[in-house]
């Protein structure tokens, strides 16, 4: 089966070779090396300041999102969502789980968060706003400068799931003074899944990390960050993704994220150029690197099954009322243009069927 998915994603020859050794025990001076490299590492890649807190959590992108909002907000506290898919939504639900009020920037589909938009959310006396840069449901991206903008002006923290984005979106922590920013393992990592990274800006930490009461044993945030300091985690660390981390990093700071984003730039430009030419649809508002969603309704259910079923080929299915409309094709992980190639002739022949 040939992945076109998000998450898990097609792994790279280095990380499988990673992934069948032996693990090592944990606490030792030699993994606390390698988990120090991996935050200086992960620091560098979003173009974080050195006193960036980073915490390192085993478990998947979902609880780090919660983590990031229960380490910093309480019920005292009024925030604003983004919310123009599944996990915007997401976000909302954490808020009320934990009874955060908050309001939401509503989009329906295919709908561009704009300035106007935004515009009737300004001296509201909001604390943070809670934005997925990249909606994952829809593909779009959001406008990263609009956003930072908007919360310098109205003096609002801002935090950033960037889990769609990273390592296919340029993401850049101090130019755009984000205050938290979260990272899953499956994504374009194309590691495992079942690890997430959140960076906590210094004046996050001390203004509200560190006097917040969490409510929660696992996720805080105060003993995460006490000992990453040597290295090391609180709870037994999810070892062998941290090791292929380390390894990921390396390769893609290496490449440099730049390049790697504009290589993934181009695979989805040109990839949606061909598809539109097979006579699919892709929506106007300004979409992330990281996939292409395609409009194929009535019949998406059945393109992504016939795909699946009839060529070995899994793109990404949509859930709830985009399920008969989009399918979203993946752009991260170990894929080339040859791959394409092959996806975009099936997908004729399914369309050929309809
Ligand atoms: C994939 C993804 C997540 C992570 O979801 P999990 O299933 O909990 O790993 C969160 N936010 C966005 C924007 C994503 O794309």
């Known amino acids: ?34 988990m120090l490299e991996n935050e200086t590492l992960f620091k560098k890649s979003i173009c974080a300041p050195k ?20 380490n910093c ?17 997401r976000f909302g639900e954490i808020c009320k789980v934990h009874k955060i009020p908050f309001d939401e920037v509503k989009l329906s589909f295919g709908e561009q968060l704009t300035r106007e938009k935004l515009e009737s959310y300004k001296n509201k006396n909001y604390n943070g706003l809670l934005v ?20 310098r002006q109205n003096d609002m923290y801002l935090i950033v799931d960037a889990i769609g984005a990273y390592g296919a979106d340029e993401i850049n922590f101090e130019r755009y003074g984000i205050d938290e920013l979260i990272v899953s393992s499956q994504k374009a990592l194309a590691l495992a899944p079942g690890a ?25 945030f105060k003993q995460h960050i006490e ?53 699919f649809q892709v929506p106007e508002y300004p979409l992330s690197n990281a996939l292409t969603p395609v409009v194929a309704a009535p019949h998406a259910e059945r393109l992504y099954q016939r795909l699946r079923e009839g060529y ?14 989009l399918v979203r094709v ?16 099936a997908m004729n022949e399914v369309k050929c069927g309809f």
């Open 312 to 325: 070995g080929m899994e793109v990404t299915p949509s859930g709830g009322e985009l399920k008969e409309v």
């Open 1 to 34: 089966m040939k992945l076109f998915t998000v998450g898990p994603v097609e792994m790279f020859p280095d990380t499988l070779e990673i992934s069948a050794r032996q693990l090592p025990y944990f606490r030792t001076p030699e993994f606390s090396e390698i």
């Open 73 to 89: 907000f309480t019920t005292d506290d009024r925030l604003l969502v983004i919310q123009g898919g599944s996990f915007g939504k």
């Open 196 to 220: 997430a990274i959140i960076a906590v800006s210094e004046r996050l930490y001390r203004q509200r990390v560190i006097s917040t009461d969490s409510g929660s044993l696992y996720l805080d």
């Open 51 to 70: 006193n960036t807190r980073v915490v390192f959590l085993t478990a998947s992108g979902t609880a780090a999102m919660e983590a990031a909002v229960i």
């Open 227 to 279: 000992n990453i300091k040597r290295g090391q985690t609180p709870f037994t660390p999810a070892v062998g993704i941290f090791l292929g981390l380390n390894q990921r990093l390396k390769q893609m700071l290496c490449t440099g994220m730049k390049e790697i984003s504009q290589d993934i730039h181009r695979l989805s430009c040109q990839f949606r150029q061909e598809v539109i030419n097979l006579g």
């Open 132 to 151: 997925n840069l990249h909606e994952t449901s829809t593909g779009q991206l959001y406008d990263i400068d609009m956003l930072s903008k908007f919360c």
């Open 330 to 345: 993946g752009h991260l992980g170990n894929v080339r243009w040859e791959d394409y190639k092959e996806l975009l002739r």
